[in-house]
């Protein structure tokens, strides 16, 4: 139950509330109830969880669709292993049939058997990446293959309860927790009230500055602004590069993203002084079986990382990747982590 990102009306009435969120209440409310007698279970045993023999880190949201996990979960990869860790990924293969084994790759995986966020996590971090739905399964599976992993790095699954973890980390963006309401009167997978019970809430923001301040006495859950920096694009049929201001002077530049915010990306492009036109905001994870830009009249087309690793099949060089990095207002944020796994490491 939940609204492609846009102008929809129950996307609009996700954020500032109105007649059609008021009326799916009651079924907010249901979704209060699973979400409770879910949690019970798993903190009372009921219902077991796996606790793998190595940390692991929880990176996902509570507001449903696209908040810019996958930047912060490559950030997090590098990050740990800046500090020593060997880091893993586990990740859910979001559209893809895997089947009763987990998959596990490294390098260059394709993304119609891996799923797009997994296949750039791996080309970007160089880290090992398994997928299934049951992330415990993903997990015996990594650690199987790659036993010198020491920390394993969810994309998303934070309300995935089957595989515990060490350390959970929220990324939200400006739209925070939107009218406040559950699922389908809200955004919200899980209360609002959840996020004072993780260990970190990162808020993607358009621009940098800021800095880390604790959101409660005891300094948790800890706070911290990331922005998304540009770097250079990248011709995906033929691996050229250049600078991304180069494209400002350049007429008829379109841009295209199938992600879950796209306006984020659009964004990203006016702020170098790109004016895309059209910019097309295609549905999160759309599959690229057929090319949506053969009627585009444009020399170059724009797009994100997570739609260059499913678009170098379409063999059209207008289409460039533009690669962003995360930064975070907060320069010990990696530090942090690295003392907060050794410490829950200790018997």
Same mark, same amino acid.
């Given at each position: 139950?939940?609204?492609?990102?846009?102008?929809?009306?129950?996307?609009?009435?996700?954020?500032?509330? $109105?007649?059609?969120?008021?009326?799916?209440?009651?079924?907010?409310?249901?979704?209060?109830?699973?979400?409770?007698?879910?949690?019970?279970?798993?903190?009372?045993?009921?219902?077991?969880?796996?606790?793998?023999?190595?940390?692991?880190?929880?990176?996902?949201?509570?507001?449903?669709?696209?908040?810019?996990?996958? /930047?912060?979960?490559?950030?997090?990869?590098? $990050?740990?292993?800046?500090?020593?860790?060997?880091?893993?990924?586990?990740?859910?293969?979001?559209?893809?049939?895997?089947?009763?084994?987990?998959?596990?790759?490294?390098?260059?995986?394709?993304?119609?058997?891996?799923?797009?966020?997994? *296949?750039?996590?791996?080309?970007?971090? +160089?880290?090992?990446?398994?997928?299934?739905?049951?992330?415990?399964? *993903?997990?015996?599976?990594?650690?199987?293959?790659?036993?010198?992993? =020491?920390?394993?790095?969810?994309? !998303?699954?934070?309300?995935?309860?089957?595989?515990?973890?060490?350390?959970?980390?929220?990324? @939200?963006?400006?739209?925070?927790?939107?009218?406040?309401?559950?699922?389908?009167? $809200?955004?919200?997978?899980? /209360?609002?009230?959840?996020?004072?019970?993780? !260990?970190?809430?990162?808020?993607?923001?358009?621009?940098?500055?800021?800095?880390? @301040?604790?959101?409660?006495?005891?300094?948790?859950?800890?706070?911290?602004?990331?922005?998304?920096?540009?770097?250079?694009?990248?011709?995906?049929? +033929?691996?050229?590069?250049?600078?991304?201001?180069?494209?400002?002077?350049?007429?008829?530049?379109?841009?295209?993203?199938?992600?879950?915010?796209?306006?984020?990306?659009?964004?990203?492009?006016?702020?170098?002084?790109?004016?895309?036109?059209?910019?097309?905001?295609?549905?999160?994870?759309? =599959?690229?079986?057929?090319?949506?830009?053969?009627?585009?009249?444009?020399?170059?087309?724009?797009?994100?990382?997570?739609?260059?690793?499913?678009?170098?099949?379409?063999? =059209?060089?207008?289409?460039?990747?533009?690669?962003?990095?995360?930064?975070?207002?907060? /320069?010990?944020?990696?530090?942090?982590?690295?003392?907060?796994?050794?410490?829950?490491?200790?018997?």
């Amino acid at each position: 139950m939940s609204a492609k990102p846009g102008s929809t009306l129950l996307a609009r009435q996700w954020q500032r509330g $109105g007649w059609l969120s008021t009326l799916l209440r009651p079924l907010s409310g249901l979704t209060a109830w699973a979400v409770a007698r879910k949690r019970k279970a798993y903190l009372d045993g009921a219902r077991p969880a796996y606790r793998a023999p190595v940390p692991v880190v929880v990176i996902g949201n509570v507001y449903v669709g696209g908040t810019g996990k996958t /930047p912060m979960v490559i950030a997090t990869v590098e $990050g740990l292993r800046a500090r020593g860790y060997t880091p893993g990924v586990v990740s859910r293969g979001y559209g893809v049939k895997v089947g009763p084994r987990a998959r596990v790759g490294t390098g260059a995986l394709e993304a119609a058997r891996y799923g797009d966020e997994p *296949a750039l996590i791996a080309r970007a971090t +160089g880290a090992p990446v398994s997928v299934h739905p049951k992330r415990a399964l *993903a997990a015996q599976a990594l650690l199987q293959a790659h036993p010198d992993v =020491d920390v394993i790095v969810s994309d !998303d699954g934070l309300q995935h309860l089957a595989l515990a973890r060490d350390v959970e980390i929220v990324v @939200q963006d400006e739209r925070g927790v939107g009218n406040g309401r559950l699922l389908p009167a $809200g955004p919200l997978r899980e /209360p609002a009230a959840r996020l004072l019970e993780v !260990d970190a809430v990162v808020t993607n923001v358009g621009t940098p500055g800021g800095q880390a @301040q604790p959101a409660c006495a005891g300094g948790r859950p800890r706070q911290v602004r990331m922005w998304l920096e540009p770097g250079q694009a990248r011709q995906i049929e +033929g691996g050229a590069t250049r600078p991304l201001a180069d494209f400002a002077a350049q007429p008829r530049v379109a841009a295209a993203a199938g992600i879950g915010n796209p306006e984020r990306f659009f964004a990203t492009l006016r702020a170098a002084g790109i004016a895309p036109q059209p910019a097309l905001a295609l549905p999160d994870h759309h =599959d690229y079986a057929e090319s949506p830009f053969k009627a585009l009249a444009a020399d170059a087309i724009l797009v994100t990382s997570k739609d260059a690793i499913k678009c170098a099949a379409l063999g =059209d060089a207008r289409l460039w990747e533009v690669p962003v990095r995360a930064g975070f207002s907060d /320069p010990e944020l990696f530090d942090w982590l690295a003392q907060a796994l050794r410490q829950r490491a200790k018997p």
